[in-house]
């Protein structure tokens, strides 16, 4: 099976419709549909049903479409890491370094920092992301390594190294009758009518449902504290980001947070090797 044959297959599967698949892939639809009838003949099996009222994925479809996207995603991923590969042996790669915006800041800084210092440092560029996506782009090829924070990520499959471990805390606006108390349990976060939790996005870009304010990053949710309208609960090192007006309580019974470097596996990066050594001696 081709990659151009899966690329026009998963089109038409995402859009349910010939005319706009053949439209995002730029070409006219009989061949199009002749492409997705000779994958069809050669599996022996239908993979979408066309009625008068549209077209919608069979079974064996549905199993395509999984496997056709994990399948791009990693000829995608092969092509990104071929053509850094590339520019690190014409000496022009640096190093691409996602984080989750407002997440290990003085950590970060620190690392960059002392990194910097190395005989053998290159650039490094940092994207900072939503919660979740560091995993999405250090697979996809899109970065080389990555601060991830267990248990929310996954570092399934990735290589990494342990850099800290912190409690959490919740952060409240300081005028609030808790921001006083010396410790609190999650079931007293919980128990906040007027404080809610934010409600972060999906990696889909949906948000779960649910009382709390939609959140993008850390500086919209800090003003949402300040301005009364909600709580969070983060890790302890937060404190350092948090201005005037907002008090941080340690959560006795939250799990602990492990911040680590991950970088995909079989990496034979020498600048990568010397970040990731300068991180662990942090």
């Not at 892939?25 to 000779?38: C, E, F, N, Y």
């Not at 990520?153 to 010396?182: C, I, K, M, N």
Request: aromatic share 2%; glycine share 8%; net charge neutral.
């Amino acid at each position: 099976m081709e990659t151009r044959e899966l690329r026009y297959f998963v089109a038409v599967a995402e859009e349910l419709h010939f005319g706009r698949a053949a439209q995002r892939l730029g070409i006219a639809q009989p061949p199009l549909s002749r492409a997705i009838r000779q994958m069809e003949r050669r599996l022996g099996a239908a993979l979408l049903e066309r009625t008068s009222r549209g077209v919608a994925l069979t079974e064996v479809g549905a199993v395509l479409l999984r496997e056709g996207r994990a399948a791009l995603d990693a000829v995608d991923a092969a092509d990104r890491r071929a053509r850094r590969a590339a520019l690190a042996v014409n000496g022009s790669a640096g190093i691409v370094l996602v984080t989750k915006a407002g997440a290990a800041n003085e950590l970060l800084a620190k690392l960059l920092d002392a990194y910097a210092a190395e005989p053998d440092a290159v650039p490094v560029e940092v994207v900072l992301c939503g919660p979740g996506a560091q995993e999405r782009l250090l697979r996809d090829g899109r970065a080389d390594v990555g601060l991830l924070h267990l248990p929310f990520d996954s570092t399934a499959g990735l290589d990494t190294e342990e850099l800290r471990s912190e409690e959490q805390v919740v952060v409240l606006p300081s005028g609030h009758p808790l921001a006083a108390r010396d410790r609190l349990r999650l079931a007293d976060v919980a128990a906040l009518p007027d404080l809610p939790l934010p409600r972060w996005p999906r990696l889909d870009g949906t948000y779960p449902e649910g009382p709390g304010p939609q959140v993008r990053d850390h500086t919209q949710l800090l003003q949402l504290i300040s301005l009364g309208r909600a709580a969070a609960v983060l890790p302890e090192s937060c404190r350092a980001s948090l201005h005037d007006g907002l008090t941080a309580v340690p959560v006795t019974d939250a799990p602990t947070v492990t911040t680590v470097i991950a970088w995909p596996p079989h990496t034979r990066s020498r600048p990568l090797a010397t970040l990731v050594h300068t991180a662990t001696r942090l």
